[in-house]
């Protein structure tokens, strides 16, 4: 059975910086591209950052204007791990973050796809 288990998420003030980890298991990790998501109440979700874990490539979503260059994904094999490292955090960062796995070999990923259950992170003073 595949699961990804999402982990780190929390109460953070703005400013701050928490570093999600996503741990895949019942999968050959390094056959999957591995994206973080979010979704904030009332809005859709929305891509965040992806790597392809064969070779560490990164992907970042190119709408998301707010999030380059404060969050950075990377990846530990040894692990089965996903991280998404977090900084200069600001309260429209609240969300729930997921992961997602695909085996698409690209950074498309769908419902159809490997989901973990979310962490909820809440940035505010």
């Known amino acids: 059975e595949v699961r990804l288990v999402e982990s780190g998420g929390g109460l953070v003030q703005p400013g701050g910086s928490l570093r999600l980890s996503c741990v895949a298991s019942?999968?050959?990790?390094?056959?999957?591209?591995i994206g973080w998501f979010r979704q904030a109440p009332g809005k859709e979700r929305e891509g965040l950052a992806c790597?392809?874990?064969?070779?560490?490539?990164?992907?970042?979503?190119d709408s998301m204007e707010g999030v380059e260059g404060r969050f950075t994904i990377s990846s530990d094999s040894a692990r089965n791990t996903v991280y998404l490292q977090m900084n200069s955090l600001k309260p429209e960062d609240t969300a729930v973050y997921y992961c997602?796995?695909?085996?698409?070999?690209?950074?498309?990923?769908?419902?159809?796809?490997?989901w973990g259950q979310g962490t909820q992170v809440t940035v505010s003073s």
């Open positions: 997602a796995a695909t085996l698409g070999g690209s950074c498309i990923v769908t419902n159809d796809d490997y």
């Open positions: 019942g999968l050959i990790f390094e056959a999957y591209h």
């Open positions: 790597i392809n874990t064969s070779d560490g490539s990164t992907y970042y979503t």
